[in-house]
């Protein structure tokens, strides 16, 4: 019997209360991002490792679904937002009950994680042979972006398949095509080298400032007005002034993303020499190394304080 792909996903419109939206991965960034699109009137079957942690979006109104291919033989575009490429590869590729095990023709991947490029090649590929598209597209802006639907998406894949997802992208943040598979995966790590190096120099302008008794909240006003001034240092360094070190996203995250972009075995992806990154990912690793591993990257300033010997 052939299947009518347009009564599943792509290219069947995307609206509320007909686009059935799953969602894998419900993180600090996963659950503020799932609970947006189901404010926003859309259908949410979720899924989570810990099912404690898709409490609050049940209590919103979504469902909970007992694996990732369960999620997605319920719902036309499947959202992924778990850990690593690892975690990437069991919820999308495992043959029983992976993503792709359960989504129909016509069905839409969407993984938001910081992943592999070469691995969302390979998903692409897999999408396609079981008649389904795959877009990678992690995203930029932290939990507060997750939050306020302030978003940058950065996503890859087919051009057509991006641009159908605009109604669902609109509740995320700002999406940027930027080319073909893996293109996504490509542009965030590229992101978090940028992200990385804000980060350490914020660090050590509060660490400096502080060490000379600078009056900090009036520093950090000050200069954030002019070339210094940037979304890190309005939300990374707001944190570090109030010591809130567990707010946003786990330092463990920055430290594969840097690891992947320091790969020589990433395809197409040519820099080899970056030697900042190098230096962002040691530091970063050094925090990990005190036992803050857990915590969030303005943490990064107590690695600062104590290269010092200053202890707040």
Known sequence: MEVDVAAFGFPAPVRPGATRVGWVGIGVMGGAMAARLLAAGFAVTAYARTPAKAEALVAAGASLAGSPAAVAAACDVVFTMVGNPGDVRAVVLDAASGVLAGLRPGGVLVDCTSSSPSLAREVAAAARAAGCYAVDSPVSGGDVGARDGALALLAGGDEAVVSWLAPLFAHLGRPTYMGPPGSGQSSKIANQIAVAGAVVGASEALAFANA??????????????????????????????????????????????????????????GAKALPGAAMFRQMFSAMAANGDGDLSLQGLITVVERLNGIRK
Do not use: N, Q
């Open 212 to 269: 000379a008794e600078l009056d900090a909240p009036l520093f950090l006003d000050a200069v954030s007005k002019g070339a210094a001034g940037s979304r890190v240092m309005d939300i990374f360094g707001e944190r570090m002034l109030r010591r809130e070190f567990a707010s946003g996203g786990s330092v463990k995250y920055i430290i594969k993303d840097l690891g992947m972009a320091l790969e020589t075995e990433e395809g197409p992806e």
